[in-house]
């Protein structure tokens, strides 16, 4: 599917351009940031000999980040703003972006560039490659190939923590699953029914690609510490959300093993049970008896949950599927 948007021409009439692809930034107080950001993108696409559009989503900022960005918008002709009075998070910028968004592929990335522009047309050479047929590239820093460059060591390694727990969490085991630098065919967004206000949609997107069948790629990515500005990131809210994210897409990771684990403990007892009527030394006063009984019961009531937990994330799956036919249905008639 070909995407496209309505412009008018100098002679007054309207006319159908062709959009290839669409670089989206969120921004939230990058006042600091956005004109080089700005720039350096430009220079990239000096090259570049398809339509491209540079949308930048105005996430409630309190400094001058929309009065600098609008003035910029009436300098560059394929460069427009959107914005929204409420800081609401990420996900709500992403969401909005992805939405208006004209280009037939959308890349996404930070306004603070920690990681480089340069990053953007490697990402879209692996969206177009007729050969490997990409859903959704994810730039990564973590994985062979890539690397960090002047990162709080701190923070990088709760990143790397973070990431390496959510990995089990996919049936993929991508290295870097919380990063913004991805790369999405237009189609992809528009099968996924999308409602994360903050981070956190970095998470529901990946989930929702994999339980349709889409097909996605990691590719080695460079990520440097921010230069501008101040850091976004904040750690209690960011683990809080992405831990309870863990939990709810693999239950059995949690719920599973500590059933498993409560049993075992059961069966070690009772076997300590056994050993101590052969030995002739059980006292019937001893509460192991009963120990072991709750531990039997307690890890089969958590086993089951997380199987019964397993389940509905199946019957999830099943309704992802359905939405996306919905919204199929409902993009094929409002084209028609």
Not at 196 to 215: D, N, P, T
Request: charged residues 20%.
């Amino acid at each position: 599917m070909i995407t496209s948007h309505i412009v008018s021409n100098r002679n007054g009439r309207e006319e159908i351009n062709e959009v290839e692809l669409t670089v989206l930034i969120p921004m939230f107080n990058e006042a600091e940031n956005i004109r080089n950001t700005v720039s350096m993108i430009k220079q990239v696409f000096n090259e570049f000999d398809k339509t491209w559009e540079l949308l930048l989503v105005n996430d409630g900022s309190t400094d001058s980040t929309l009065q600098i960005a609008q003035e910029i918008e009436e300098e560059i002709d394929n460069l427009r703003v959107i914005s929204y009075p409420v800081n609401s998070g990420r996900g709500k910028a992403l969401r909005t972006g992805f939405e208006h968004a004209w280009g037939r592929y959308v890349v996404t990335i930070d306004c603070d560039l920690t990681y480089s522009p340069d990053h953007i047309l490697r990402i879209y050479d692996e969206l177009i490659d007729p050969e490997q047929m990409n859903d959704v590239v994810l730039g990564s820093a973590y994985m062979k190939g890539g690397q960090v460059v002047g990162v709080n060591p701190w923070r990088l390694f709760i990143s790397k923590l973070g990431n390496k727990i959510l990995a089990f969490t996919f049936p993929q085991p991508f290295k870097t699953s919380t990063c913004i630098l991805r790369g999405y065919r237009k189609e992809v967004l528009q099968s996924l029914a999308l409602d994360s206000e903050g981070k956190e949609i970095h998470l529901e997107i990946l989930s929702k690609v994999c339980a349709l069948g889409f097909r996605v790629k990691e590719i080695p990515a460079t990520l440097s510490g921010r230069q501008r500005g101040k850091s976004k990131f904040k750690f209690r809210k960011t683990s809080v959300t992405h831990l309870v994210f863990s939990i709810f897409e693999r239950p059995i990771l949690l719920f599973g093993l500590a059933g498993l684990f409560l049993i075992f403990s059961g069966f070690l007892i009772g076997c300590y049970i056994v050993w101590l009527r052969y030995l002739g030394t059980l006292n019937p006063g001893r509460p192991l008896i009963p120990f072991m009984i709750i531990l039997l019961i307690m890890g089969s009531q958590f086993f089951c949950f997380a199987f019964v937990a397993s389940q509905n994330n199946h019957l999830r799956n099943q309704v992802y599927r359905l939405q996306k036919q919905i919204k199929r249905l409902q993009l094929k008639k409002d084209l028609e």
